[in-house]
């Protein structure tokens, strides 16, 4: 093997500064007057610093945790891959005379179509809750709202006759766009309205100061 | 299991709830969502909430989990902010409640971008050969040396050299990638 190619094998452990200083000089004296190694190089340390800002965000958590969180997971109906397709035809069948007696109830519970303010005329949104005990779940699709600015962020809120329960927070990307899903508690099933407020930190959201940019009716399904 | 793409896990999560996927999608991303958990929030039994939250959200919406809009990581992204969004908000009302000390102000939610580059580099790395995210993670996270890398793997010297040169060409190709999506 030449030296070109031997040397160009240690570059990976020279940008991190694992060589001995023998091969760190050879490396070196090679780069000198070599192009191509030095450009991989370059390439390969943008690697590395990336890498180690990684290094520097990670952090190792409990172990426990994983045992806690992947234990604690909510039962959830798994979608056998049918055997056979008779089995699926049949199944259907059952299905069908299950739903038509009106033995399932429908996934969905209650759904919104949000409506742009004067804030966010080219808005949009669509709420949908399912039922998942003990909680709902809430799937939250939004477009078109203008990027908060550094101390703002988006509230969902629940609101009724007399007041009003934040269901979560968010930010949009650089469209306008999100899609979010949270859990809704179950005294939020009482609310018949649904608005999404603009909120700053680290102000917190006061009915006076309320600056909705999407609002809607909650409609049961 | 290692070898599989983030996206054919959250697939296998939301067709048969398969657990095992769900589990190394854990040890993909859990200490990033941890660490980004102490660093915004600052403080670790709500960082422990924040990886709770996220993954129990994968759990629940891994169906409406797209492919075609985004990378798995930026999706699992996207809900770590928010929720961390959510948490710091919610800590800020309780320490108001029942402090009057001022409140302690965790650092600002990522406001340089950068959790959202660790994000796409876990994405990145997720991708290369195992043998190759070995050598790395070995190095990096492990903070072996080169020799006692050699020694663990029972491999020669000159080869983990060698392998961890191609290995940081192939997370640089990864990267490069993510940058052309």
């Known amino acids: 093997m030449n030296e070109h190619l031997q040397l160009r094998d240690l570059l990976g452990p020279y940008v991190m500064g694992a060589l001995g200083p023998e091969e760190e000089r050879k490396v070196e004296e090679h780069l000198e007057a070599c192009p191509s190694c030095r450009e991989e190089v370059s390439d390969l340390r943008l690697a590395h610093e990336r890498l180690t800002d990684l290094v520097s965000m990670e952090e190792t958590p409990p ?17 056998w891959v049918p055997l056979a397709a008779a089995a699926v035809l049949c199944a ?15 996934d969905e519970v209650a759904s ?23 909680n709902a779940q809430a799937e939250l699709e939004v477009w078109g709202l203008p990027q908060p600015g550094e101390d703002e962020y988006y509230e969902l809120w629940f609101g009724k006759e007399g007041g009003r329960m934040s269901a979560g927070t968010f930010t949009v990307d650089a469209q306008g766009r999100e899609t979010l899903y949270m859990s809704v508690p179950e005294e939020a099933s009482g609310y018949d309205q649904v ?14 100061a309320a600056k909705p940019v999407l609002t809607g009716e909650l409609e049961e399904s | 299991m290692n070898d ?5 896990l959250v697939g296998r999560v ?3 709830g398969d657990e095992r996927a769900l589990s190394e999608l854990y040890d ?12 915004y929030l600052g403080d670790r039994a709500l960082a422990e909430d924040l990886v709770q939250d996220v993954f129990t959200a994968v759990w ?24 961390a969004t959510d948490l710091i908000r919610r800590r800020r009302a309780r320490v108001r409640t029942v402090s009057s000390d001022p409140p302690f102000e965790p650092g600002e939610e990522d406001a340089t971008g950068e959790l959202s580059r660790s994000f796409d580099l876990a994405s990145a790395l997720s991708r290369i050969s195992p043998v190759h995210r070995e050598v790395l993670t070995l190095a990096y996270f492990h903070g072996l040396s080169q020799s006692e890398i050699s020694r663990r793997t029972d491999t020669p010297l000159g080869t983990v050299k060698s392998r961890t040169t191609a290995a940081l060409r192939a997370l640089r190709k990864s990267m490069l990638e993510d940058e052309g999506r």
Do not use: C
């Open chain 1, 112 to 134: 919104a179509n949000l409506q742009a303010t004067d804030l966010a005329p080219e808005a949009g949104g669509e709420l949908r809750v399912r039922q998942d005990d003990p």
């Open chain 1, 195 to 208: 608005g999404i407020t603009i909120e700053h930190f680290p102000k917190e959201p006061r009915m006076s």
């Open chain 2, 28 to 39: 993909r991303y859990a200490s990033l969502i941890y660490g980004a958990g102490v660093r």
């Open chain 1, 92 to 106: 259907l069948a059952v299905l069908g005379v299950l739903y038509a007696s009106g033995f399932f109830a429908p």
């Open chain 2, 4 to 8: 599989v793409a983030d996206e054919v």
């Open chain 2, 60 to 83: 629940r919406n891994a169906s409406g989990f797209d492919p075609g809009r985004a990378s798995f990581a930026t999706w699992v992204y996207r809900i770590t902010r928010n929720r």
């Open chain 1, 63 to 79: 172990r426990e945790l994983k045992d806690r969180i992947l234990t604690g997971m909510p039962r959830r109906e798994t979608r």
């Open chain 2, 14 to 16: 939301a067709q048969a």
